[in-house]
Nanobody, 128 residues
């Protein structure tokens, strides 16, 4: 049973940066397919997928709204997946969740939120 714990959310000023972490447990085979994605939900808005990574091969996916500003990376030894948030603006405010699926990533999967495992969320607030 895969379990996720996300952390690292904070309040930052516009233009600042932050790094969120997602600790993955219960995933014992590093060669197996596991897609870890990051979603966010702003107050009053629909949740959206912003980035994802296939852990086995390291392939990454980014939404246009964050491309060039956000970076997903992993520490395989520690089973941590990071998302570094840069050049933050008020539109980046929201609850951020990591999610995992035992399969390859795809925008189809991300758009339909077809992920069986979710973290509890971590709040990012950007003040202007």
């Amino acid at each position: 049973q895969v379990q996720l714990k996300d952390s690292g959310g904070d309040s930052v000023e516009a233009g600042g940066s932050l790094r969120l972490s997602c600790a993955v447990s219960g995933y014992t085979d590093s060669s197996s397919r596991l897609c870890v994605a990051w979603f966010r939900q702003a107050p009053g808005k629909k949740r959206e997928g912003v980035a994802a990574m296939e852990l086995a091969g390291g392939l990454t996916y980014y939404a246009n709204s964050v491309k060039g500003r956000f970076t997903v990376s992993q520490d395989k030894a520690s089973r941590l997946i990071y998302i570094s948030l840069g050049s933050l603006n008020s539109d980046d405010t929201g609850m951020y969740y990591c999610a995992a699926a035992s399969d390859l990533c795809s925008w189809y999967r991300i758009g339909r939120e077809e992920f069986g495992y979710w973290g509890q969320g971590t709040q990012v607030t950007v003040s202007s």
